[in-house]
């Protein structure tokens, strides 16, 4: 929602964020003093290898986590001043997320899972929208099927559902094709594409696969807790040329 | 929340099967004891009614004086119930008068030997029993029988019996069968009504005279009781039937509550061990779990909304439990009344009362104890970070915080400080408590230093012992949550069988060292004639029979009683003494009255006055003072014969002691029981029978107690069995993984037991150490506080059948974990969900 975001465009950034696990000798940087602004109304893809901190800076601006120095903000709002509950309901009402996997409750069947952060805040749904995202994520025939009773791809598709029903300010993605095979993920990744320039969406997703990444409008590299490259618009290709820099 | 909560319930059942039951049990067990005491006060009160319903005005024994324990030899004599009967406004009387009888059968044995005797009352309306078929009883021979006995005894009308009475034996013929309400004898031995013409002669050696009077009147209640005080004989008081019918109400009703009371405080104890398996299934199941629960959180539910939703789930599965409980324990009010009756009890009243009251009582209370202990697994899972839902799975968390250890310690030093050298019942009743809780919060320390030395034991079964005992020392929270539940129950029995014991030996031994008669015979009615006492006489070991004349009087307005007779053989063969004068100095004119305490006796030189149930008055000198004895209270105050003339009559001795010989007493007291029975109207008690129905009482409540505890055992087993199952679903990829690299199903089975024992171990060791120490300290503060030399009596056997009951307690409960622990394929198990 366009009020929420900064005039320059921002929807979230951290500034000098530092997450450190364990203490003396033990410690672990999982951020080393990350400085980044995610843009509003883009697809912005977070890339690097395991243990590089892709995740935790994710889960830091998205206030699922909380940062050891530094600071996150959502908007305008800075996450490490807000209580439990504050962030909680910034999560709800304002963002979105798909996880890889474990992503539905499993006693609600996909339609009260798609409108569970609604229920959550005790907002009605708005039916023309939720029509919307649910024919364009093929799910209108098995609303009422529980998570059991739908393959992999179907799981997803409901918690990508889940993720935009609100029109959150940012949806947030850990590696939402991770635990699917690539026709379905490339199925899923052109949605969430479409999804960022049909309706303004802005989504922020972690991942290590290059083709996932080269949906995205633009990528940040990350490694050691720090971010090491950005490029514009991506391709499959030119991803797995910087990355194989990397290793090299 | 609400949806959520019920769908969590219902699409998973399994996981609350042993939730459920475990509040089922308890309330089920507490809605029967509602549901029975209910029925037996209704059934008590109705009783009340059906026999008391027509009275206008009682005549009754005024019992409210200190001497109470004499009143029941009082008697109202005829000419003064004719009065009575004559009186304003009276328009009809029943006189109460019951004896007891028995029958011989033709080959002389007896049977119906705790039957009662009763006088007919010719009024119908005043009449209680109803004949259901053929007459009532009317002329000499006549009787009639209730339903009960003619149906145990094979009794029709019509039948010829040899009833024995006072009187001896007589021939009779039934005809008549009698009813009382829904139950069957007014009396609880059986009721035989007699008729007019012979019951005075059968059931009081010929006098006509009465216990208790029965007034229907025309007019107010009020008047009645006005026109009947003035001829009211001593020692007796006049009551409306309203207030009469109250006050029988009033004590029938409270033998019912005070049994409800004791029942249900075991049903809340049942319950509360439930609560520590529904604590422990819930913290369980938030653990399993805590993924759905990141995720809710994750995705914008407050903590505040995860708390509700968990304890939405705990009020679905309270109702649902206590709905069921209710159902089942209104199934168990039956099996109770046929348990009862099995063993010889007779609950009166029928069927199960279901009230609303006592059906909605329950359902509440199970669901407010499952809803509070849901309570702290709900915050927890309320507490739960986001990102533990996209963790692989959550570490345990170390129980052993510095705040655990500190406040536990505390507890336990503040516990064994107060119990070893508390100064009065509060300071070791607030030392019991702390040493409790303290035991209780230091479970999962317990827990784990439990485990280490027990680690030796268990490596001899190689590595599924070593596998098992470290499992429980895995997470000992709920290792120690789950001992805590056996333990409870396992602690109460060792502290109620130690005390107990200990208390019954301690009095019954004090009473052994009160010097008594080693018999007493009483005849309640009839007397103790010359022939039966040559007889008695002439049984092998006994030395000496003393029989004496005994009487009901008032002493000073207060009911009591007078004896006379050979006082030196007395002293001889029984306890009593003087305390103070010389029954030497008792002339004409005096008597030798017991010691009550110093207020309540008079004095020597004082005079008392003295009368009869006919209202004869006599003033006599107190000359000296009887030892309050076991014996004393038996024979009353002495007097010599030419008193005891003057007051009561010519009468033959109804009381006699009987010295035996020490040593052969069995087969003495055969004998003398042998000539006792065929004489209904005389009891036999032995002269320290208070010694043994003290250690009898002990004896059963014990037992009786213990058998309730048991109830809660079995609910901490449910404990064992759920804790275990849900254990190892939580760990199947982890058992999938041994069994995968070549661990057979036998020794993962194996390994599931041993952790079962190990918890039931725990759970039943400390229980019983905690119980012994505590039942300890008790008694040495009894001794300490009251300077009593109580020593402590170990119930060796019981405590070492609950130490392996505990443990078989185990092995059963892990039957079924076991079983499951090897059920699903290896492939599934490990496979990532």
């Known amino acids: 929602m366009s009020e929420t975001t900064t005039t320059n465009g921002t929807a979230a950034r951290a500034v000098e964020a530092v997450k450190t696990y364990g203490k003396g000798e033990a410690a672990v940087h999982a951020l080393a003093g990350v400085t980044v602004d995610f843009p509003a109304h883009r697809f912005t893809a977070i890339m690097g290898p395991s243990g590089s901190g892709k995740t935790t800076l994710m889960q830091c601006i998205a206030g699922l986590d909380r940062l050891t120095s530094g600071s996150a903000y959502i908007g305008e709002t800075e996450l490490s001043k807000l209580s439990r509950t504050d962030l909680t309901l910034l999560r709800r009402d304002r963002l979105g997320f798909i996880f890889q996997q474990y992503n539905l409750i499993p006693t609600l069947s996909a339609r009260e899972n798609m409108l569970l952060p609604l229920t959550l805040a005790g907002k009605p749904a708005d039916e023309e929208w939720f029509e919307t995202i649910v024919s364009t994520v093929g799910m209108g025939d098995r609303l009422k099927n529980l998570p059991s009773q739908l393959s992999g791809g179907q799981q997803q598709r409901v918690a990508v559902a889940r993720a935009l029903i609100p029109r959150p300010d940012i949806v947030f993605a850990d590696e939402p094709t991770g635990a699917l095979d690539s026709s379905t993920g490339t199925e899923m990744l052109t949605f969430m594409r479409k999804a960022v320039d049909e309706t303004g969406q802005t989504i922020v997703m972690v991942t290590h696969d290059p083709h996932a990444a080269s949906f995205a409008n633009s990528v940040l590299f990350l490694a050691d807790g720090q971010i090491t490259d950005e490029m514009e618009a991506p391709t499959t290709d030119r991803v797995l040329d910087r990355m194989k820099q990397f290793e090299g | ?833």
């Open chain 2, 1 to 833: 929340m609400l949806r959520l909560a019920w769908l969590g319930v219902r699409h998973n059942p399994a996981r609350y099967v042993a939730t459920i039951v475990a509040i089922m049990v308890g309330v089920a067990f507490f809605a029967a004891t509602g549901f029975l005491s209910d029925r037996v006060v209704d059934a008590l009160e109705g009783n009340v009614d059906r026999e008391y319903g027509t009275v206008d005005a009682a005549l009754i024994v005024d019992d409210s004086g200190a001497a109470g324990d004499f009143a029941g030899n009082l008697r109202i004599d005829g000419a003064v119930a004719d009065r009575i009967a004559s009186a304003d406004g009276v328009e009809a009387t029943a006189g109460v008068l019951t004896g007891k009888v028995a029958f011989r059968a033709a080959d002389g044995s007896t049977f119906a030997t705790d039957a009662t005797g009763r006088l007919w009352v010719e009024d119908d309306e005043l009449n209680p029993v109803d004949v259901i078929e053929g007459n009532a009883p009317a002329t000499a021979g006549e009787i009639a029988v209730d339903k009960g006995l003619a149906k145990d005894h094979d009794l029709t009308v019509g039948d010829q019996v040899t009833i024995l009475t006072l009187a001896g034996p007589a021939d009779a013929t039934v005809v008549g069968i009698t009813k009382f309400g829904s139950t069957d004898a007014l009396d609880s031995g059986g009721t035989v009504s007699i008729p007019r013409a012979t019951a005075f002669d059968w059931l009081s050696s010929g006098q006509v005279e009465y216990q208790a009077l029965y007034v229907r009147g025309s007019g107010d209640q009020a008047a009645l009781v006005a026109a009947i005080e003035p001829i009211a004989p001593k020692g007796y008081r006049v009551q409306s039937g309203d207030d009469f019918r109250a006050d029988q109400r009033k004590a029938v009703g409270s033998t019912g509550q005070l049994l409800k009371r004791v029942l249900q405080a075991f049903a809340l104890l049942a319950m509360l061990v439930g609560a520590f398996v529904i604590y422990n299934t819930f913290s369980v199941i938030v653990t399993q779990r805590v993924r759905e629960l990141g995720l809710l959180s994750a995705i914008g539910a407050t903590p505040k909304q995860i708390k509700r939703a968990l304890r939405y789930e705990g009020l679905v599965i309270g109702l649902l439990g206590s709905a069921l409980g209710v159902l089942v324990g209104f199934g168990l009010t039956f099996a109770f009344a046929v348990g009862l009756t099995a063993i010889g009890i007779d609950l009166p009243g029928s069927g199960a009362k279901l009230g609303l009251g006592s059906a909605l009582q329950p359902i509440l209370l199970g669901t407010v104890i499952t809803v509070l202990s849901v309570m702290i697994p709900a915050r927890r899972a309320a507490r739960t970070e986001p990102i533990e839902a996209l963790r692989a799975s959550a570490a345990e968390q170390s129980p052993l915080t510095r705040g655990r250890v500190i406040g536990s310690a505390a507890l336990l030093g503040l516990g064994v400080v107060a119990l070893v050298a508390g100064r009065d019942a509060k300071q070791l009743g607030i030392g019991a408590l702390a040493l409790f809780v303290g035991v209780i919060v230091a479970g999962p320390i317990i827990a784990i230093g439990g485990a280490r030395l027990l680690r030796p034991v268990l490596s001899l079964f190689g590595l599924e012992g070593r596998l098992a005992i470290d499992n429980t020392a895995r997470s000992p929270k709920r290792t120690a949550i789950t001992a805590n539940a056996l333990l409870i129950g396992v602690f109460l029995v060792t502290l109620v069988s130690v005390a107990g014991t200990t208390m019954k030996d301690f009095v019954v031994e004090k009473i052994r060292e009160i010097e008594t008669a080693d018999y007493v015979i009483q005849s309640t009615g009839g007397t103790i004639d010359p022939a039966l006492v040559t007889k008695l006489e002439e049984v092998d070991g006994v030395t000496e029979v003393v029989a004496f004349r005994r009487e009901a009087v008032t002493l000073d307005g207060q009911a009591s009683q007078i004896f006379t007779g050979d006082i030196a053989a007395l002293e001889r063969v029984s306890g009593i003494d003087v305390s103070e004068g010389s029954f030497d100095d008792v002339g004409p004119g005096a008597i030798a009255v017991v010691g009550v305490g110093e207020a309540a006796t008079p004095a020597i030189g004082t005079t008392v006055a003295v009368a009869n149930a006919a209202g004869t008055r006599d003033e006599l000198e107190v000359a000296a003072h009887i030892k309050f004895s076991i014996d004393s209270t038996v024979a009353g105050n002495f007097v010599g014969e030419e008193a005891f003339d003057r007051l009561v009559g010519d009468t033959a001795p109804t009381v006699a002691f009987i010295d035996a010989e020490s040593g052969a007493q069995s087969t003495t007291k055969d004998a003398i029981e042998a000539l006792v029975d065929q004489r209904p109207d005389v009891d036999l008690t032995e002269g320290n029978f208070l010694g043994q129905l003290i250690g009898g009482a002990f004896d059963f409540l014990i037992n009786a107690v213990n058998g309730l505890l048991v109830m809660s055992i079995v609910i901490a087993l449910i404990g064992i069995v759920n804790t275990l199952s849900l254990s190892i679903f939580e760990r199947r990829r982890e058992l999938g993984l041994l069994r995968a690299v070549g661990m057979t199903d036998r020794r993962v089975q194996r390994m599931v037991r041993l952790e079962s024992v190990v918890i039931a171990t725990l759970g039943t060791v400390v229980g019983v150490g905690l119980g012994l120490f505590m039942g300890w300290a008790l008694v040495s503060s009894i001794s300490r506080l009251s300077g009593a030399d109580v020593s402590l009596s170990l119930p060796a056997t019981r405590l070492v059948i609950v130490l392996a009951a505990g443990i078989l307690l185990g092995v059963l409960a892990s039957l079924i974990p076991a079983r499951r622990s090897t059920k699903l394929d290896v492939l599934d198990a490990i496979q990532v969900t």
